[in-house]
């Protein structure tokens, strides 16, 4: 049987599955991720790992590992995990699909809500004390209903924010990849072009991996095109959208607002100018954190290294 290194506590009954199936499991039980040097050494002396987004696997830990049989992310983003390296040195990579779309797509939708309507904003300011009298004029928000939607990438958080946006009553429009008929005539959407996409959304959500192509896919150019009044929301990965064009655009007042729940850096440190526009909401990483899915994801991870440990395939490889 194998060893397994469990990169932090986890919900739901991973821990119990992994027992269950015979291997020594080693948890991190520390808040905070174990240290490079401290994963480097739990990779060299593990046949699997069950890994967080915020572990970055680098080629030099896999290199010294050479049990290691599988990476499984307890998350469905894996490019923490620098997979091609791994899967070229006969690595099994996972995720999770499946489980958290409709979790994060709330969150997605919470973010939205929240930049559209100031609620974190005004909520702020009635804690400070600014709450004297009703205001005519205080807080003035944006309509979600009927306003406009743009969703960049269409896969299953894509998706499940469309079916959100048309309980809105919105326009909605995508972009991806690939261009989905069958979901355009089920959901009612417009494919165009991401230009024209940043051009007329009045919200534009980020749904994409990171990847090398979509790596700043969201920079200067691209904010300058958006509405002055539209609100980004990013729930995809920090480095999907340029931060430091992100920080222009706010300054400059080009762009509406942003709700991030991701960041580059995550944590994002305390002294970035982010935090210091009223207009932008930022939440530390959690669109998925939900018990049950949080659990479901771990499961799942647990779930594919059993199954690679006892020489079967990957339930959920990512390529
Ligand atoms: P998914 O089902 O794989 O969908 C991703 C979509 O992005 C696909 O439709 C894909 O197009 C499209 N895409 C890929 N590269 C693109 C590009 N260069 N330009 C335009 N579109 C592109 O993934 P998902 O489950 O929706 O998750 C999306 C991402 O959300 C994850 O990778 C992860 O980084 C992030 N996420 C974050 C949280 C959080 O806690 N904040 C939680 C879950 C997920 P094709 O269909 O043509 O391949
Ligand atoms: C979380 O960020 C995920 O990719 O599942």
Redesign the pocket.
């Known amino acids: 049987m194998g060893k397994v290194f469990v990169t932090r506590q986890t919900p739901g009954r991973a821990i119990e599955m992994l027992h269950a199936a015979g291997h020594e499991v080693d948890v991190w039980h520390e808040p905070t991720p174990p240290p490079p040097v401290v994963l480097a050494a739990k990779l060299a002396a593990s046949d699997a790992a069950l890994t967080m987004v915020v572990d970055a696997i680098t080629p030099e830990m896999l290199d010294g590992a050479p049990n290691l049989r599988v990476l499984a992310n307890m ?3 894996y ?1 923490n995990l620098n997979p091609a390296e791994a899967i070229r040195r006969g690595i099994a990579v996972t995720n999770t ?1 499946g489980v ?2 409709e979790t ?1 797509a709330d ?1 997605a939708w919470a973010l939205l809500m929240a930049g559209a309507r100031n609620v974190v904003a005004s909520e702020r300011d009635t804690r400070a004390g600014g709450w004297t009298t009703w205001s005519p004029t205080a807080f003035l928000g944006q309509d979600v209903f009927g306003a406009t939607l743009g969703i ?7 998706e499940a924010m469309a079916r959100r946006a048309r309980g809105f009553d919105m326009r909605i429009l995508y ?4 261009r ?1 008929p069958e979901a355009e005539s089920r959901l009612g959407l417009e494919f165009v072009s991401l230009d024209d996409l940043l051009r007329q959304s009045d919200f534009v959500s980020l ?5 090398p ?2 790596r700043y ?1 969201i920079a200067a150019r691209e904010l300058s095109l958006m509405k002055p009044t539209a609100l980004l929301v990013n ?3 920090g480095g999907v959208v340029d931060q430091d064009a992100l920080i222009a655009a706010l300054r400059a007042g080009s762009i509406g607002g942003a709700a991030l ?2 960041t580059d850096p995550e944590p994002l440190p305390l002294d970035n100018p982010l935090y210091s526009f009223p207009n932008v909401v930022i939440t530390p ?5 939900s018990l049950a899915t949080r659990s479901k994801m771990a499961e799942m991870a647990a779930a594919n290294i059993i199954a690679v440990l006892a020489g079967r395939p990957a339930i959920n490889p990512v390529a």
Do not use: F, N, Q
């Not at 749904?207 to 990847?211: A, D, N, V």
């Not at 990483?285 to 954190?289: F, L, M, R």
């Open positions: 998350a469905v983003g490019d699909p958290l779309a994060t969150m960049i990438g269409l896969g299953e958080i894509g972009t991806s990849r690939t989905k749904h994409t991996p990171l990847s192509e979509t896919l729930t995809a990965r729940d991701v990483h959690i669109a998925s954190a």
